[in-house]
């Protein structure tokens, strides 16, 4: 079996598209997979499975819960391998004195095209920074998530792919409880 993090995009924001996270493991577990465990209300769930094709198993949970919700909700999915790796491989930190409060890292489905990745590094967005590194955006965003232009949508119209984000602190926690 392999342990897999699902990281389901905007669910339980603003009081829209809810799911409690109770009803949301019954529906991991419905579905077959093993060691299933929620994380906060925005929609983490840790879980084995024997598939091996993460994107293939995005695609079982998005029609689940459409087919569930009646509603549709992207779904990013890392392993905790590849979670410990884009913590590690953060470039802000230790160079400099950041507030980790301020650091997010969103998440790609996908591997964005690099015409798509140089053409974002052109405008400018203040104090807010970001690194696209493989299938991760790392950003500092000072003023908090909620004031940025650096948005999910954002992300999602610029480089073609889904995106989810998730703080600094969520995402080693989820390496935390993936151990």
Known sequence: ??????MLRGINVAGQKKIRMEDLKALFLEMSFANVRTYIQSGNV????????????????????LAAYGFRVPVVIRTPGELRTAIASLPFLPKEDI?????HITFLATQ????????????????DRF???????????????GETKLTNAF?????????????????????????
């Open 99 to 103: 507030d980790t409060a301020r650091l």
């Open 155 to 179: 992300f999602e119209k610029k480089l073609g792919t889904t995106a989810t984000t998730r703080n600094w602190n969520t995402v080693n926690k989820l390496v935390e409880l993936a151990n």
């Open 46 to 65: 840790l879980f084995e499975s024997k598939e091996t094709n993460p994107v293939h198993l995005a695609g079982q949970i998005e029609e689940k819960l």
């Open 1 to 6: 079996m392999i342990t897999y993090i699902a």
């Open 112 to 127: 964005p095209a690099d015409e798509g990745v140089r053409k974002m590094s052109e405008p400018d967005f203040g104090h």
């Open 131 to 145: 690194k696209v590194t493989g299938r991760e955006v790392y950003l500092y965003i000072p003023a908090g998530y």
